[in-house]
């Protein structure tokens, strides 16, 4: 390594590792801290439990802070330079702007195969152990097309148990529910129902085949409906489901070909959606890094604050294109790869340009 390369390194890094922190306090602060305090207050969580849950998601908060920490550490370092006037003595030397952000450029490309690692390594495990958690204190094991929980009392006496083959959650509906309710007499009851929505406090069966035992002998009365108190609201069942943004790479690819096989194109689409942003969001610190070399060299003397305030913006306008098109590709108006893309091409694009205009 180049003594130029060290150097530009010792300017980049530290603003580097100062924006991972104070990102990732703000993001702790705004999503992980908040989650925490309602799973204890709000979902009667054992504080043991949501602790364990609040660390088991940092590592996916860590990765969502490093493009945004990429582009403040080589906004820095390159205002730093342009500020003193270093910039200009190594253009005298016939050094290029290109060569001197190289290092800055590489730092990002590590950085970016670093959070496809964690994304894929360690925060897969970390997002799956956190829902085991979750599971064990409602007593539930949920799926996208098989559901089963059961309810529990203080003393830990079993009340009732569901099976559902399917939850919808946008109709607050359980499809060919089964219910044994423990709580009517020496022997459970057993609803077996067609569906079974959610109407204010309660769950509706509908189409409902009633049996009770009195000795060996089974007793079934067939009902239009009954209201029943289950135990668990559509937000709890729907918690507890292992949703996109948990599962990994190879996961979101064996669950989208198993929707189009079930015809549920929808359901597909998303998770094909999820996939390619999973892949192209790593790659955004390599555009970040070059955009902060160009908007570095045309800041003088840039305090953090001001660097981290320009760092936030050209955050908040990636994602905004970023969840637009994601958008879009959801509901299948578009190829799903070419959506997760465009916002790193024009990322590209746009640091080149810039990094351009500022060399002539």
């Excluded at 150097?7 to 100062?18: A, I, K, Q, R």
């Excluded at 979750?134 to 009732?160: K, N, P, Q, S, Y």
Aim: aromatic share 8%.
């Amino acid at each position: 390594m180049k003594r130029l390369d060290r150097y530009v390194l010792t300017e980049m890094v530290p603003p580097f590792l100062f924006g991972i922190g104070a990102f990732l306090a703000v993001l702790v602060g705004v999503q992980l801290l908040y989650e925490m305090l309602r799973l204890i207050y709000q979902q009667g969580f054992p504080a043991w439990a949501a602790v364990r849950i609040f660390f088991l998601e940092l590592p996916a908060v860590l990765t969502l802070t490093l493009p945004m920490a990429t582009v403040f550490g080589s906004l820095m370092a390159m205002a730093r330079f342009s500020g003193d006037g270093e910039l200009v003595a190594m253009r005298a030397g016939g050094i290029s702007i290109p060569r001197i952000g190289l290092p800055v450029v590489i730092v990002g490309f590590v950085v970016s195969v670093g959070g496809l690692l964690i994304n894929e390594t360690v925060v897969p495990g970390a997002k799956q152990r956190a829902f085991e958690i979750a599971r064990e204190v409602h007593g539930t094991v949920a799926g996208e097309m098989d559901i089963a929980l059961e309810v529990r009392d203080d003393d830990d006496h079993l009340e009732r148990w569901l099976h559902a083959r399917k939850f919808d959650p946008d109709t607050l509906t359980l499809f060919d529910a089964t219910v044994l309710d423990f709580t009517l007499g020496r022997k459970p009851h057993l609803y077996t129902a067609e569906r079974a929505r959610w109407q204010g406090q309660y769950w509706v069966l509908e189409n409902v085949e009633h049996t009770t035992w009195d000795g060996d002998q089974a007793g079934r009365l067939h009902l239009d409906s009954v209201m029943l108190p289950i135990g668990r609201t559509p937000e709890q069942v729907e918690r507890v489901r292992k949703l996109p943004d948990d599962m990994s790479l190879a996961e979101l690819q064996e669950q989208a070909g198993l929707a189009e096989q079930q015809g549920r194109v929808a359901w597909a689409n998303r998770l094909r959606q999820h996939y390619h942003v999973r892949l192209s969001l790593p790659w955004a610190c390599v555009g970040f890094a070059v955009l902060g070399i160009a908007l570095g060299i045309q800041r003088q003397r840039s305090s953090r604050g001001i660097g981290m305030g320009v760092s936030l913006l050209v955050i908040f306008v990636y994602y905004v294109v970023l969840h637009t098109l994601t958008l879009v590709g959801e509901r299948g108006v578009a190829p799903p790869a070419l959506m997760a893309w465009t916002p790193n091409l024009l990322l590209y694009l746009t640091g080149l340009g810039l990094l351009l205009r500022a060399s002539q």
